[in-house]
T-cell receptor, first 113, second 110 residues
Framework: GDSVTQTEGQVALSEEDFLTIHCNYS??????LFWYVQYPGEGPQLLFR?????EKGSSRGFEATYDKGTTSFHLRKASVQESDSAVYYCALTLGGSNAKLTFGKGTKLSVKS | EAAVTQSPRNKVAVTGGKVTLSCNQT?????MYWYRQDTGHGLRLIHY???????EKGDIPDGYKASRPSQENFSLILELATPSQTSVYFC?????????FGPGTRLTVL
């Protein structure tokens, strides 16, 4: 079946560090890719999406580029802040208005000031 | 104004008891979803619905039932709760893969 594999466990950084969270996918068709973020005590919320090869999604200083060749959608931010501490989920859907999401297991980002 | 709300926010239940988790959305989305979140597993889909009167099994439906009596409401039912169902449960509504989540319900089964 379809699957998403992302950087496992936790990532610990200091403020102004560069962030990369790796995301690779396996899908039977041409998926739409997402990054969701979950702050402590809240439900996940959509960060951004990308639907086509080479499309870049971005929001709040985070960005990721859809790469069909390497089946990847890595999340990057040039300079993290303490407020970015959260759990980040990569996800995919194969489309349709009633499409389900397949999530990765999540990566917890902790940023120290 | 919160578009997806869940109740209760916290629940302690006894083994063998019946538990109902409720979800309400004001997004007017046809699709609603129930997930559980556990350390090491991320978000796992339990049941989902395409509209009022419909329910579908997700990836881990065993031990759970769902009910969608209206566009706005979607319930998750544990007929015979077990300690393995201790978790945080999230409801979501959405379309085209964009899902909007509620704040979660923390369920403890003793």
């Amino acid at each position: 079946g379809d699957s998403v594999t992302q950087t496992e466990g936790q990532v610990a950084l200091s403020e102004e560090d560069f962030l990369t969270i790796h995301c690779n996918y396996s899908a039977s068709g041409y998926p739409t890719l997402f990054w969701y973020v979950q702050y402590p005590g809240e439900g996940p919320q959509l960060l951004f999406r990308a639907s086509r090869d080479k499309e870049k999604g971005s929001s709040r200083g985070f960005e990721a580029t859809y790469d069909k060749g390497t089946t990847s959608f890595h999340l990057r931010k040039a300079s993290v802040q303490e407020s970015d501490s959260a759990v980040y989920y990569c996800a995919l859907t194969l489309g349709g208005s009633n499409a389900k999401l397949t999530f990765g297991k999540g990566t917890k980002l902790s940023v120290k000031s | 104004e919160a578009a997806v709300t869940q109740s209760p926010r916290n629940k302690v239940a006894v083994t063998g008891g019946k538990v109902t988790l409720s979800c309400n959305q004001t997004n007017n989305h046809n699709n609603m979803y129930w997930y559980r979140q556990d350390t090491g597993h991320g978000l796992r889909l339990i049941h989902y619905s395409y509209g009022a009167g419909s329910t579908e099994k997700g990836d881990i439906p065993d031990g759970y039932k769902a009910s969608r009596p209206s566009q706005e409401n979607f319930s998750l039912i544990l007929e015979l709760a077990t300690p393995s169902q201790t978790s945080v449960y999230f409801c979501a509504s959405g379309e085209w893969g964009e899902q909007y989540f509620g704040p979660g319900t923390r369920l403890t089964v003793l």
